[in-house]
């Protein structure tokens, strides 16, 4: 198929995300895939209206995005006509007219959007626009369903040719690679206080950091003319749980995120959605590291969640906890015993590489979709 794709973006330098694992398997499907000539990195940065200063963004700059797509697409149609547009849109990207408009061109229409778990509020207009809906949140299914857009579930996973293990030694007893936020900081907390090596990379994890994202220092220093600019910056630098600066590191590139799997003896993931911990209804989602860790050969420790045991077996491909407790327990249990770490390890990485690959994931909606 010919596919127009328009979805990649780089949360910080050296991070190829969705690049790596949406446009790469397409194109390991055998599919003609345009990508969109557009840097959609600030709009990404910008997408819940909500905000003061994301809304002043979108006012002034949706209207280039839509009408650069529009001319690429129909460019790109006229030369051979396209079968698929694939994107990674939000509300704030393009209006829904826009997408129907694309779809009026004999084109179908498909999004893919990975944080419906907490932030539905975020697609809810543009996805009634779409063909389809590829959603990795089985529970979301009928929410999409309810303004009126057609679901498929289409879990996340990984990219073989991308995520694999490297023949490394083992520098660290327990590390995650990720963004601080949410209970995270807690969980980390807990682990050092029981006295277990652990370290950390990824923004916001050093205080510094926070004038160091993608959107550089003029993004910051607007930001904070607004209220919510200064809360997000005070919480930054005075966080409520505190972590030792010399635990922490800077955001990882690809490759080196990679490898860390590798270097470690126990790779952690954690799974509640954004601050929803503080509210009284924690929202567990299933997430790409879940799949991304294993393929790429880590020992690999997460919150247990039963949508997950779709996936893996517990105790056999991975090692679920289910409080903080519990993971302190099973870290010292699984540091001291290394035969049984491998074992888990070994068989994770197997599971991950027959069965949760991005090509298996994308060729198998295709197929529901009845496109060849």
């Given amino acids: 198929m010919r596919i127009f794709y328009a979805a990649d973006h780089e949360p910080f330098p050296g ?6 694992n949406l446009y790469l398997p397409l194109v390991d499907l055998g599919h003609d895939v345009l990508p969109f000539d557009f840097n959609l990195t600030p709009y990404f940065f910008h997408a819940d209206p909500s905000l003061p200063h994301h809304r002043e963004f979108i006012d002034t700059n949706r209207c280039k995005l839509e009408e650069t797509l529009l001319a690429q697409i129909k460019r790109a149609h006229r030369d051979r006509p396209i079968d698929v547009f694939f994107s990674y849109f939000y509300n704030a990207f393009c209006r829904p007219d826009i997408i129907r408009e694309i779809r009026a061109m004999g084109i179908c229409s498909v999004n893919w959007y990975c944080n419906g778990s907490f932030q539905f509020h975020l697609v809810d207009q543009i996805a009634p626009a779409y063909d389809y809906c590829l959603v990795p949140e089985k529970f979301r299914l009928e929410d999409y369903k309810r303004v009126g857009a057609n679901p498929i579930y289409c879990q996340e996973a990984a990219n073989p040719n991308i995520y694999k293990s490297y023949s490394l030694p083992h520098e660290f007893d327990i590390t995650f690679v990720g963004q601080r ?14 006295g277990l090596n652990v370290r950390v990379w990824g923004p916001g994890w050093r205080p510094a950091s926070v004038l160091k994202t993608s959107g550089g220092f003029s993004h910051h220093w607007k930001r904070l003319a607004s209220r919510e600019g200064w809360t997000a910056l005070w919480r930054r630098l005075h966080p409520s749980v505190s972590i030792p600066a010399e635990i922490c590191g800077p955001p990882l590139g690809d490759d080196e995120l990679i490898k860390m799997y590798s270097r470690s003896k126990i790779s952690l993931g954690f799974s509640s959605c954004g601050n929803t911990h503080q509210n009284g209804n924690r929202i567990l989602q299933v997430r790409l590291r879940d799949f991304e860790a294993p393929m790429s050969g880590a020992f690999y420790m997460v919150e247990h969640m039963d949508e997950l045991l779709e996936f893996f077996t517990p105790g056999k491909e991975i090692v679920c906890y289910r409080n903080q407790s519990d993971l302190a327990d099973k870290a010292k249990y699984y540091l001291q015993h290394g035969d049984e ?25 295709f197929r529901k979709m009845g496109l060849q």
């Fill in 181 to 194: 936020y949410g209970d995270r900081p807690n969980y980390i907390r807990y682990l050092l206080d029981a």
């Fill in 15 to 20: 991070n190829h995300l969705w690049h790596n």
């Fill in 341 to 365: 770490r491998e074992n888990i390890r070994r068989e994770g990485q197997r599971r991950a590489l027959n069965e949760h690959t991005w090509q298996k994931r994308l060729d198998d909606a």
